[in-house]
Antibody
Framework: EVQLVESGGGLIQPGGSLRLSCAAS????????MYWVRQAPGKGLEWVSV???????YYADSVKGRFTISRDNSKNTLYLQMNSLRAEDTAVYYC???????WGQGTLVTVSS | QAGLTQPPSVSRGLRQTATLTCTGD????????AAWLQQHQGHPPKLLSY???NRPSGISEKLSASRSGNTASLTITGLQPEDEADYYC???????????FGGGTKLTVL
């Protein structure tokens, strides 16, 4: 059974850093492509980043240069390193598998002083 | 990054049919189609249709997706209260090298 479990969210001050994790089971993260998608409170879905099986990565303009997507094949886990966090990064962060066919439950990141 | 265009809200009666639209351009919807997602309040999104208009396993046949030019559509027949949710479309934009989402359509079943 495919399962995605995010962790690492929390309350962080502006300018701070957080690393989100997405532990996958039931498939191999490195064999497919994986996304991070976020949803600000009361707002719609916003694509954040994608990592393809070959290792290519892409980012939304709103996070480019601040966020880094990566994966650990040995742990079958996807990561999102978030630096220089801003209030507007406050959202529930979801990881999702290729073509959005499976999603995690999400982890809430709140950027506030 | 520009997103896809969806009507903010659609209302239909019980057992009626609703067609939701998602408009992009030749770099996204018109190129590789759009996926459709459903989200109920407080829950993660759920895939309803792949970009090629095929339904994932377990998705009801009362949902069907199609595309005409740069506009993707999701048709839901026999509306039930549980169909009331937010619906999003998404596509890869080859000119932006980015995935884009529509703003979402809130479907109300009267």
């Amino acid at each position: 059974e495919v399962q995605l479990v995010e962790s690492g969210g929390g309350l962080i001050q502006p300018g701070g850093s957080l690393r989100l994790s997405c532990a996958a089971s039931g498939f191999t993260v490195s064999s497919t492509y994986m996304y991070w998608v976020r949803q600000a409170p009361g707002k719609g879905l916003e694509w954040v980043s994608v990592i393809y099986s070959g290792g290519s990565t892409y980012y939304a303009d709103s996070v480019k240069g601040r966020f880094t997507i990566s994966r650990d094949n040995s742990k079958n886990t996807l990561y999102l390193q978030m630096n220089s966090l801003r209030a507007e990064d406050t959202a529930v962060y979801y990881c999702a598998r290729a073509d959005f066919d499976y999603w995690g439950q999400g982890t809430l990141v709140t950027v506030s002083s | 990054q520009a997103g896809l265009t969806q009507p903010p809200s659609v209302s239909r009666g019980l057992r009626q049919t609703a067609t939701l639209t998602c408009t992009g351009d030749s770099n996204n919807v018109g190129n590789q189609g759009a996926a459709w997602l459903q989200q109920h309040q407080g829950h993660p999104p759920k895939l309803l249709s792949y970009r090629n208009n095929n339904r994932p396993s377990g998705i009801s046949e009362k949902l069907s997706a199609s595309r005409s030019g740069n506009t993707a559509s999701l048709t839901i027949t026999g509306l039930q209260p549980e169909d009331e949710a937010d619906y999003y479309c998404s596509a890869w934009d080859s000119s932006l090298s980015a995935w884009v989402f529509g703003g979402g359509t809130k479907l109300t079943v009267l």
